[in-house]
Structures are given as structure tokens and as C-alpha cells.
């Protein structure tokens, strides 16, 4: 259960006042009657999706994970940050699991390229490009060059079966590809945007690959889509309604995320995108900044406590970690550190959290939103991005812009696609 504590806001909110609007767009969520209406499909996916490809989902990660030792999940943006998100939350670093993953296709600086090819080189690798459109030229440009050092190692049709893609059903210049070459196919359902495609193969693959129990996932996702698509003013729209006085009665511009795991630092990479290019239009919108703490208390909470006050947090706390470890003795106590005698590094974590939520919150003048969940595992994170997922919709939809579109990122696509000579630009 993801619980919200709303009691270090500075401020009283009137959930009563919210109500019948919150109401209202919960009914055309699940209705499918709002502007975006073609892309709201992400809401009741935990319910309807796709059984016969999760199975083979996961008959085919089972087969990458016993022939190849790396997988390269090639893509951008929503087609990307899902499932790096998921992976680093649950496996951590370092993780035993044997299949290492890595991402290619989310950039095109030619350092970053070059090195991860070459690293590629001698490994027994396999290939996850993820595309709607199959035109974004980051990961096409970067799925040419995985292709081509597949098929140098392993010939066309070796390089076929180490090729797994995942695109739009019914058209797309990815598409094209796998219908010529016969790579292993899963669908982005038309009706789902990138940003809202963790639950489905997009993320679902690379997680299985990684040696996640997607079952357990989409569990989580069919748990958040009972609690927070239910119709009342539940917690998921309690968040929503906050984090819209915050932004719209009381003036702030940014919400920053903030986290005490350093395992969640691409949670919070998501967390932006999904709220950045739900929200940022038109002119309005927070923007979702995010911070790892205490890493950055010692670089951002200086300002953080004394800066401008032009944000708020929201906490994200994890009442039992998934390791802990003691504090050793040492008889000389140079360092001074024998206080903490029979502590854990959880105890010093938990204490870090609490003195410093009191001194944003109390001291700084900073609101704060804390929310808790139990434990992280892949049932509760599942119900945590369906959570954020249908929060950012009800935020979105209460400061009355599309929640689905992007105009905005087009308009440096234009650019970029001119200034490269790109045919009809
Ligand atoms: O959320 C979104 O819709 C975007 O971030 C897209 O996922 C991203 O631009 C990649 O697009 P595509 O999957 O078409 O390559």
C-alpha cells in the first residue's frame, strides 16, 4: 500500500473542493471522453493486456538470458527510461543476475557510441530496439550500427534471431524491418504513448531479460489500477490535487522528486519525462526536477534550504529496504563513528530522511510530500508507476491541458531534420 502524508504542506488543502472536478476526470479517464481520449488506453492495460505476448515475452527473455551475456535496449524517451527505471530500482548495482543490460539509441554523442560498440565487440550480445514511430533518428541511427556488428559476428540470419523489436502494429519503418528480416516482434498498442508504455513489452522485455518477475509487475499495475482508478478522492488524487494547489494557489514552478536510494535515480529520470511532457504545455505546468539524497543534500540543499523558494518536494521513502547492513565496531574510534555501535545503515538512512524533511520543511519553509511504500519489490513498483501514472494524468487533465500530446518536442525535431539535409525538411 503506497501511503501519502500531505501533513508538512504549510497548508491545509480543501479535498472537498476538488471532489466533484477530481470525479469528473476519473469518469472520462476510464470513459475515454477527454482531449487525448486516442491514447488513454496505458489505464486499464493491467486488465486487458496482451496475455499471449506476455507468455512468450518471457519464453523469449528466458532464451537471451541462456545464449547471450549482454542486451542492448536501443531507445529514447519513453521507449527507454521505463525499463532502465525498473531494472535499476529492483536489481540495484552490482546485481548478480547474469544478463548485464545496457542502453544504446537514447543518445547520438559519437563518444558514447563508439566506446559501446567496441565494448560490444567480442561479446555474445542481443539487440531490444524499441520504437513507435521506428523513425526516431537516435535509435534508428544507433539499431544501423547494432545491426551491422551483429551481422559481421553472426550473419544475416544469426543477427535475425538476436534481434528483438518492439513497434507499432500496423505501420512504421521499424516494422518494415522485422517483416523483412523476420526479427521476434511485440507490439506497442496504438492507443498507449511512449511515456505510459512501462507495462507493456517496452518494458516488460528488457525487465525479463534483466530477471524480473514481470508477473509480479503487472500485478503491482493491476493492484494501482483497483486503488487508484477507483472512484473516490483516493491518495493518487490527493497527490494530484496537492501538488496542483502547490503549483497553481500557491506559485511554486518546480517539484522536485527526491529519493534515498541511489538505485532510484532513473525512477526519477521517468518521473520527469512522464510529468515534464505530460504537463509542460501551453505555458503552465511544474517542471519535475529530482534529487538523490543525502548524495545531493551536499551539493543542491544548500539551496534547497535557503535558496529561492520556488520549489516543493515530494519524498519518496521506502519504509524496509531490500539489504541492510550493520555499522562494525572499531576499538579505537578514531573516526569517532562508536555512537552508532549496533545501528544499521538503514537506522543513519531513516534518521538522514527524518532531519531532513524537519529542516525543509520546518526550518526552510520548503512543503513537502511524503510518500511511503512498505517495501520496493516488483509488485509495489508496479503499483507505484501506475500510481505516478495516474496522477500525472488527473494533474494534467486539472490544469486543463492534453496529458498524450507533445507539440513542443517537435519543433527541435524540424530543426535538427533541416540543418541535417533530411529529405522534405
Ligand atoms: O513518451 C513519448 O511519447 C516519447 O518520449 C517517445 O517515447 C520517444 O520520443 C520515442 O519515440 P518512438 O518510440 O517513436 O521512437
Not at 506497442?188 to 509487475?217: C, Q
Not at 527526491?258 to 510529468?275: D, I, M, S
Not at 519504509?319 to 562494525?328: F, G, R, S
Not at 505516478?388 to 519543433?411: D, I, K, T, W
Request: overall charge negative; some cysteine; hydrophobic content about 40%.
Amino acid at each position: 500500500m503506497i501511503n501519502v502524508d500531505l501533513s508538512n504542506l504549510g497548508k491545509d488543502i480543501d479535498f472537498k473542493s476538488f471532489e466533484q472536478k477530481v470525479l469528473e476526470i476519473d469518469d472520462a479517464i476510464n470513459n475515454k471522453t477527454m482531449a487525448g481520449n486516442d491514447y488513454l488506453g496505458w489505464a486499464d492495460y493491467p486488465l486487458n493486456y496482451d496475455k499471449e505476448e506476455f507468455e512468450r515475452i518471457k519464453k523469449d527473455a528466458e532464451y537471451v538470458r541462456e545464449n547471450f551475456d549482454v542486451l542492448v535496449v536501443c531507445g529514447i524517451g519513453g521507449s527507454y527510461l521505463g525499463a532502465r527505471a525498473a531494472i535499476d530500482a529492483i536489481n540495484g548495482f552490482f546485481p548478480d543476475k547474469k544478463v548485464e543490460i545496457i542502453y544504446m539509441g537514447q543518445t547520438v554523442a559519437p563518444s558514447y557510441i563508439t566506446q559501446a560498440l567496441k565494448y560490444l565487440k567480442n561479446k555474445r550480445f542481443a539487440v531490444n530496439v524499441i520504437s513507435k514511430s521506428g523513425t526516431t533518428t537516435e535509435t534508428a541511427i544507433s539499431f544501423r550500427m547494432l545491426r551491422d556488428l551483429l551481422v559481421e559476428q553472426l550473419g544475416v540470419e544469426g543477427a535475425s534471431k538476436a534481434i528483438f523489436a518492439t513497434t507499432d502494429a500496423k505501420k512504421g519503418a521499424l516494422l518494415e524491418l522485422c517483416k523483412k528480416y523476420g526479427y521476434t516482434r511485440y507490439v506497442l498498442p496504438g492507443d498507449i504513448g511512449g511515456r505510459y508504455s512501462v507495462f507493456t513489452a517496452v518494458g516488460l522485455f528488457p525487465m525479463a531479460v534483466a530477471g524480473i518477475d514481470i508477473d509480479a509487475f503487472m500485478n503491482g499495475m493491476r493492484i494501482g489500477r483497483e486503488r487508484y482508478g477507483s472512484h473516490e478522492m483516493n491518495d493518487c488524487y490527493k497527490y494530484a490535487v496537492a501538488r496542483h494547489v502547490l503549483h497553481k494557489e500557491l506559485g511554486y514552478p518546480v517539484e522536485m522528486l527526491v529519493t534515498f536510494e541511489p538505485k532510484l535515480v532513473q525512477l526519477g529520470e521517468w518521473w520527469k519525462q512522464l510529468f515534464g511532457e505530460s504537463e509542460g504545455k501551453e505555458h503552465t505546468g511544474l517542471l519535475p526536477d529530482a534529487a538523490t539524497f543525502t548524495t545531493d543534500l551536499h551539493s543542491l540543499g544548500q539551496f534547497i534550504q535557503e535558496g529561492s523558494p520556488i520549489l516543493f518536494e515530494t519524498c519518496l521513502s521506502v519504509t524496509k529496504p531490500a539489504n541492510d547492513i550493520d555499522i562494525p565496531h572499531d576499538d579505537d574510534n578514531l573516526d569517532g563513528l562508536n555512537y552508532l555501535d549496533g545501528k544499521t545503515m538503514d537506522f543513519v538512512q531513516k534518521k538522514a530522511m527524518m532531519g531532513t524533511i524537519e529542516a525543509h520543511s520546518k526550518t526552510g519553509g520548503v512543503p513537502n510530500i511524503l510518500i511511503t511504500l512498505d517495501r520496493l519489490t516488483a509488485t509495489t513498483l508496479g503499483e507505484l508507476m501506475y500510481y505516478f501514472m495516474r496522477a500525472c494524468a488527473m494533474s494534467a487533465y486539472l490544469n486543463g491541458v492534453n496529458p498524450f500530446n507533445q507539440p513542443g518536442v517537435e519543433v527541435y525535431k524540424k530543426n535538427m531534420f533541416h540543418l541535417l539535409g533530411k529529405p522534405g525538411y
